[in-house]
């Protein structure tokens, strides 16, 4: 079936570092794939999304582009800030957003 | 994106008891609603999908006679956590998407804690 993987955290980074989190997915067909984000005590925000191959998704200055070629979604932020510590999660769909499957989840812890 | 919010945010109950929790589409007409259970530091884990108007379908493994679901209107969905248990206790998020969405809109989350 398919499924998402997601590097493992924590991730500690010191503000104004770059950002990757790496995702990877297994699907049939050509899954939309999403990147969303939930900070201490909150549900889940879209933060980007892409819906067919090279497309880049893009929000906040926050970027992933899929890859078809390596069944790839990783994140990535040029520079990161304090307020971005949050968990982030990689999503596929396959149904236009009406069965979503998660990763783990990655926690981002930033430093001042 | 659409609104959702759901009701209460946070809620403590004794153990025995039944909790409902609300999850309303402000603007959005769901057609289809999700919900989701959250534990500590893991990901969200899907319990069942609702189509308004129908009965739930539940994930395996996910209770339906404990965990009820109602999906009465395009605004409206309700999940009934009956004669709670601490191991109930958790995050139970909701979601919505409808016809013309290509993605879910999530609520905010409700925490159980069952004591």
């Known amino acids: 079936g398919d499924s998402v993987t997601q590097m493992e955290g924590p991730v500690t980074l010191s503000e104004e570092a770059f950002l990757t989190i790496n995702c990877t997915y297994t699907a049939t067909g050509y899954p939309s794939l999403f990147w969303y984000v939930q900070y201490p005590g909150e549900g889940l925000q879209l933060l980007l999304k892409?819906?067919?191959?090279?497309d880049k998704g893009s929000n906040k200055g926050f970027e992933a582009t899929y890859r078809k070629e390596t069944t790839s979604f990783h994140l990535e932020k040029g520079s990161v800030q304090v307020s971005d510590s949050a968990v982030y999660f990689c999503a596929l769909s396959n149904t236009g957003g009406f069965k979503t499957i998660f990763g783990a989840g990655t926690r981002l812890f930033v430093k001042a | 994106g659409a609104v959702v919010s759901q009701h209460p945010s946070r809620v403590i109950c004794k153990s025995g008891t039944s909790v409902k929790i609300e999850c309303r589409s402000l603007?959005?007409?769901?057609?289809?609603m999700f919900w989701y259970r959250q534990f500590p530091k893991k990901s969200l884990m899907l319990m069942a999908t609702?189509?308004?108007?129908?009965?739930?379908?539940?994930e395996q493994g996910v209770e339906k006679d404990k965990f009820l679901i109602n999906h009465a209107s395009l605004t409206l969905s309700t999940l009934t956590v009956t004669s709670a248990h601490p191991e109930d206790s958790s995050f139970y998020i909701c979601?919505?998407?409808?016809?013309?969405?290509?993605?879910?809109?999530f609520g905010p989350g409700t925490r159980l804690t069952v004591l």
């Open positions: 609702s189509n308004e108007g129908s009965k739930a379908t539940y």
């Open positions: 979601s919505v998407s409808g016809i013309g969405a290509n993605e879910q809109f």
């Open positions: 892409a819906t067919k191959a090279d």
């Open positions: 603007d959005f007409q769901a057609t289809t």
